[in-house]
């Protein structure tokens, strides 16, 4: 590795931070080893270059809980606005095995795991849809579903974020070829310059409608406000999740009956699902059915 290779931290695309106390991140973080420092710290911890595009940060605590991590970074960092990506673990009622990514922030008034009611973060629409394809394109050989989750949870921060995740179900821990996933995706993440970027209003948590559309055609999306969420939705945080999806050119709705929202009128423009142009893969074929995980 060279010695410009780790001289030079502004070329890097994104940050991932690694939470120690997480079941899945150190797993994932071990698969990499000790990537050189590039001269720059965090409260002790140092900043690593783990791959042309993409930094590296180990973290004590959880990650839901890393308030105002992004205001901590070293000043070069800092004033770029870098994104952050946590590999994480996914939990959930329904204890589903799956790959998931998701946008952060609390659309309602709970805030029980991380942030502040009614306050969302800034969204990397093209790393997650980059992240969402990249590990829907392995993950037949692993076994688990990939999807898009709904905005939810934190940390609170003004720099754009997203958790890239593994659930497990019952096992002990996370599955060996799932982690091998992670470990190779997150570090060459690659934003299509040719997606057509929007907000997502309404359907399940899991968000099905939505991860099918960014699988099949040239989507990304930002916030992801599941319909459950659309239910105590105020205007100034709809108006937020328009502003807080970067190049945002309007509203993808699940279904008709969300457009009538009282709180959505007049948000941004509504958009068809046609608009978008179908993706192809290298061969020249279009893509093949999206198959998410299912959920509320």
Request: glycine content about 10%; aromatic content about 4%; overall charge negative.
């Amino acid at each position: 590795m060279s010695a410009d290779f780790v001289r030079d931290p502004v070329s890097a695309r994104y940050l991932i931070v690694v939470s120690e106390t997480d079941p899945v991140a150190p797993h994932v973080a071990e698969r990499w080893g000790t990537p050189p420092s590039i001269g720059l710290t965090v409260e002790g911890a140092a900043v690593r270059q783990l791959s042309p595009r993409a930094l590296l940060l180990r973290r004590p605590g959880p990650h839901i809980h890393d308030e105002g991590l992004d205001a901590r970074l070293p000043a070069e960092l800092r004033h770029q606005g870098l994104p952050l990506i946590f590999p994480s673990v996914h939990r959930s009622e329904q204890n589903l095995p799956c790959f998931t990514v998701h946008p952060l922030g609390n659309p309602g008034e709970s805030a029980e795991v991380g942030g502040a009611p009614r306050r969302l973060v800034p969204t990397a629409p093209g790393l997650m849809v980059a992240a969402l394809r990249a590990m829907a394109e392995t993950s037949p050989k692993v076994g688990l579903s990939v999807t898009y989750e709904a905005t939810h949870h934190g940390p609170l921060l003004a720099s754009p974020a997203l958790f890239v995740e593994i659930g497990f179900g019952a096992l002990p821990g996370p599955p060996s070829d799932a982690v091998s996933v992670l470990a190779k995706v997150l570090p060459d993440l690659e934003e299509a310059e040719n997606d057509r970027v929007a907000l997502a209003l309404g359907g399940g948590h899991y968000a099905p409608h939505f991860t099918d559309l960014a699988l099949r055609r040239r989507w990304a999306f930002g916030h992801i406000l599941s319909r459950h969420a659309l239910t105590t939705l105020d205007r100034p945080t709809a108006e937020a999740a328009l502003r807080l999806t970067p190049a945002a050119e309007g509203v993808v709705y699940a279904r008709a009956g969300d457009v009538a929202h009282p709180a959505l009128a007049g948000v941004g423009p509504r958009l068809k699902e046609s608009d978008a142009p179908a993706r192809t893969d290298p061969a020249g074929g279009t893509t093949g059915d999206a198959r998410p995980a299912s959920g509320t």
